[in-house]
């Protein structure tokens, strides 16, 4: 099946800092969506994406959906303790309902 | 405003009995997606359905996996004879008729159903 390679795994940072991770694939994605869980929870929407080359901003968080349809990122900038958690991007293929996650970036923020 | 609901939030069961998780969507959503969480990893798609329909089971194991979607009442992913690698998170989500001629969709997830076989 489809894959979505999500990088770094985790990340370890200070407080204040800003922090950046991505989503690529071999497939091209009609949408791209990052969500966060955090323990105990479902995922929930943070940003979502519908055009390639698409620059989203949320608060603190902002997301692009990359020019050839196959990566996205996620920024998160000055980065406070409630951060924390597991960030998961998620893409869905042109016709398809159902949604592809990456693997997931746990960040943990050291006060 | 409820969210999508799902229950029970935790089930215990032994090697060998039934597990059956339940979810019900958000106001107005008519589409149903299951998906399934192992610890540290993401979240792997199970199936799709739409009310009396299942459109994608792609990702169903063959056996002993179950869903459905009655005209009336929550959907139910049913595990029959449970095993120890049936424990995980089991997360629900719902979304409305897909917007546009893109088809984008955005789906809302419930808190998750975490079942450990003993």
């Known amino acids: 099946g489809q894959q979505l390679n999500q990088s770094p795994q985790s990340m370890f940072i200070q407080e204040g800092e800003d922090v950046s991770m991505n989503c690529t694939s071999s497939s091209i994605f009609n949408t791209w969506l990052w969500y966060k869980q955090e323990p105990g929870e479902g995922p929930v929407l943070l940003i979502a994406l519908y055009k390639a080359g698409e620059l989203t901003s949320n608060g603190r968080l902002t997301a692009q959906f990359g020019i050839t349809r196959k990566d996205s990122f996620l920024n998160i900038s000055a980065s406070i303790p409630s951060d924390v958690g597991i960030y998961f991007c998620?893409?869905?293929?042109?016709?398809?309902?159902?949604?592809?996650f990456g693997q997931g970036t746990r960040l943990t923020i050291n006060p | 405003n409820a969210g999508v609901m799902q229950n029970p939030r935790h089930l215990v069961r032994r090697r060998g009995q039934e597990a059956r998780l339940r979810c019900s969507p958000m106001k107005g959503h008519s589409h149903v997606y299951w998906y399934r969480q192992l610890p540290e990893e993401g979240l792997k798609f199970m199936v799709y359905l739409q009310k009396e329909n299942i459109i994608d089971e792609s990702g169903m194991p063959k056996e002993r996996f179950s869903a459905e979607f009655p005209k009336e009442g929550p959907s139910i992913l049913r595990i029959q004879q449970v095993v120890r690698g049936d424990s995980a998170a089991y997360f629900c989500?719902?979304?409305?008729?897909?917007?546009?001629?893109?088809?984008?969709?955005?789906?809302?997830f419930g808190a998750g159903s975490r079942l450990t076989v003993l």
């Open positions: 989500a719902s979304s409305p008729v897909p917007s546009g001629s893109s088809g984008a969709n955005v789906l809302t």
């Open positions: 998620a893409g869905q293929l042109l016709g398809a309902q159902k949604l592809v």
